[in-house]
């Protein structure tokens, strides 16, 4: 049987992904597509471009970092751009882009990093490289005292950018458990290295460039020691039922389990062959996965990774249920949790607060079963702030985050009137723009609350009034700094309400309990804040007319329907 390689997104996404791959009566619904491109769905290639000019731009100008590009060479046959690649290390290239290492095929391996960065020779004095990836998002926090994951961050500048020139980062620290999958790759690379015999002496250290705003630094490199332990796991021999491992120890587990999986998965068919080491469980890769139509049909209708879709278990704590004969929301809905507890926790340790995790997935299974998606959790009546002049408000922000329409909804309670008034602007805005369109929204909102009638101001979530105080800190603008003080005493946020007082199985989403409680419906078929972002784009973008003028009616119908839906929401409540 011939040999095989898994590519660098193998042992960070699914394991099924993997073994459908290589099984050969498995079949995918459209073609595979390299799951880098899927990056492109988060502005990853716009930012990877931004990143790759600014390193070359500054070489153009001090002639440092020696940059060889290898992009045009996208087309050529692999063995060309392996050469091409490898005389640009052998040459000490301080920085190579998009080069193609040798095909690691004793340890399964192939890819290519976004960057490869010199830095300390080898052992046998030739170039050393670090591999780097860019990613279009955030891979630093700010450090706090008391909490995990406060390993020392050293930065590079993109222009000088081998880790011998980093410096720490002040008060900053790595994204470990949001951004493992990062390091998990940047790990492949960094075995590939040292199979190709280009990995630098000293610590293996792997790069990402997110889109942190580093202090001193702007957009840089952020290096972290891949065999430091800082990666929480399960852990059997512990006595706590976890342990930190290194990057590189999570890595080699990850992809050798891959290596076993897609072992077993080409022997499928055949006479005698062994039971798949994996079965699908859905997880968040799956919505826009090509095997999808492959591992559904394999699922029972009511599997609990399928219906629990709110602060759902992971694969790990999935597993382990099924292996304790837990497979669907109804085995978990008449499940003992008491006698089950003592079964189940100590093999799900690498999750902080499995036990709470696992009562609440219950909680939702029992309602499931039951056919309720809300859950009254309280008694007695719910008080909800009212006024002569009640105003729902909402906000849409386009996909570059810029807040282009404040929707409010007004209610006169003493005749009933009651009507829908927005400001908006269908445009790219800048900073300025932005602040000018909150300051006449603001301006308006507050001379509606001078006269001698009381006021309420309603809203679902923080997100407004956070908004609203960083756009007043942000311009520095008197009105919008009267606002932010006035909505500390006026704005009602009504999810806090909801949330004291209901349980949903689907979360506590505006549209799902203005809907399933208050029994509010959307004009539109496709209701959601980043399909609004797509009719926003096209209202501002489309070359046809008519087509912008529908996609803007389209937006402010939603914002309009966002309001009503609030206010039935406070109307509900009052009731209920």
């Known amino acids: 049987m011939p040999g095989f390689v898994l590519d660098a997104y193998a042992a960070r996404s699914c394991a099924v992904k993997t073994h459908n791959l290589f099984d050969p009566r498995a079949h995918p619904a459209a073609p595979a597509v390299d799951p880098s491109v899927a990056e492109s769905f988060d502005d990853g290639p716009s930012h990877a471009d931004r990143v790759i000019a600014a390193i070359l731009a500054a070489a153009r100008r001090s002639g440092r970092p020696r ?17 091409a690649c490898r005389a640009a290390m052998l040459g000490g290239a301080d920085v190579i882009i998009h080069g193609i290492v040798p095909l690691d095929l004793a340890g399964h391996r192939s890819g290519r990093a976004d960057l490869w960065v010199r830095g ?21 926090e700010l450090r706090r005292s008391g909490r995990d994951h406060t390993f020392t961050v050293p930065v590079s500048d993109l222009a000088s950018p081998s880790p011998q020139h980093s410096r720490p980062a002040d008060s900053r620290a790595i994204r470990v458990a949001s951004r493992e999958g990062d390091l998990l790759q940047v790990a492949h690379y960094w075995r590939l290295l040292e ?22 630094h702007g957009i840089a490199i952020s290096w972290v020691d891949l065999a430091e332990p800082m990666v929480r796991t399960f852990s059997r021999r512990s006595a706590e039922g976890w342990t930190r491992r290194s990057v590189l120890e999570r890595y080699d587990h990850e992809h050798d389990f891959r290596v076993r999986v897609a072992l077993v998965a080409r022997q499928q068919g055949g006479a005698d062959a062994p039971e798949p080491l994996v079965l699908p469980i859905v997880n968040k890769e799956c919505p826009r996965c090509d095997w999808w139509e492959t591992c559904r049909p394999r699922l029972d209708d009511h599997d609990l990774s399928l219906k629990i879709d709110k602060s759902p278990l992971d ?15 109804d085995d978990l809905a008449v499940i003992d949790l008491a006698e089950l507890m003592p079964r189940y926790l100590p093999e799900v340790q690498h999750r902080p607060g499995a036990d709470r ?12 079963a039951a056919g309720q998606s809300l859950e009254r959790i309280t008694t007695g009546p719910i008080v909800v702030p009212r006024a002569d002049l009640e105003i729902d408000l909402d906000i849409e922000n386009a996909e570059d985050d810029r807040v282009y329409l404040w929707g409010f909804l007004v209610t006169d309670t003493a005749s009933g009137e009651r009507y829908y008034r ?41 997100y407004e009034v956070t908004r609203l105080g960083r756009l007043a800190e942000r311009s520095g603008d008197p009105v919008l700094a009267r606002a932010h003080a006035y909505a500390a005493s006026h704005f009602v946020d009504l999810f806090t309400t909801v949330r004291e007082h209901w349980f949903g199985i689907h979360g506590l989403g505006l549209k799902v309990v203005a809907h399933d409680g208050a029994g509010f419906s959307w004009r539109d078929d496709d209701p959601g804040g980043l399909n609004s972002q797509a009719w926003f784009d096209e209202a501002v973008h489309a070359d046809d007319t008519a087509e912008r003028e529908a996609s803007r009616s389209r937006v402010l119908e939603y914002n309009e329907d966002d309001v009503r839906a609030t206010a039935a929401l406070r109307e509900w409540l009052a009731s209920a």
Do not use: C
């Not at 990995?199 to 580093?214: N, S």
């Not at 694969?315 to 929301?329: A, P, Q």
């Not at 800048?430 to 809203?459: F, I, K, N, Q, T």
């Open 357 to 368: 995790r696992l009562e609440l997935a219950a909680h939702r299974a029992r309602l499931m």
């Open 67 to 83: 940059v060889v590009d290898l992009r045009d060479g996208v087309r050529e046959p692999w063995a060309e751009r392996e050469a």
């Open 120 to 140: 300390a020779d080898t052992a046998d004095g030739r170039p050393g490289y670090h591999p780097v990836e860019i990613k279009a998002h955030r891979v630093q």
């Open 195 to 216: 199979s190709a015999g280009f990995a630098a002496a000293g610590r293996p250290l792997g790069g990402v460039i997110g889109t942190d705003d580093v202090p001193g």
């Open 315 to 329: 694969i790990r704590e999935i597993s382990v249920l099924r292996r304790l004969g837990i497979n669907t929301i």
């Open 422 to 462: 927005h400001f908006s602007a269908f445009a790219d805005l800048d900073d300025d723009g932005e602040d000018r369109l909150a300051v006449e929204a603001m301006a308006w909102l507050l001379g509606m609350a001078e006269g001698p009638r009381s006021v309420r101001v309603y809203h679902y979530s923080a």
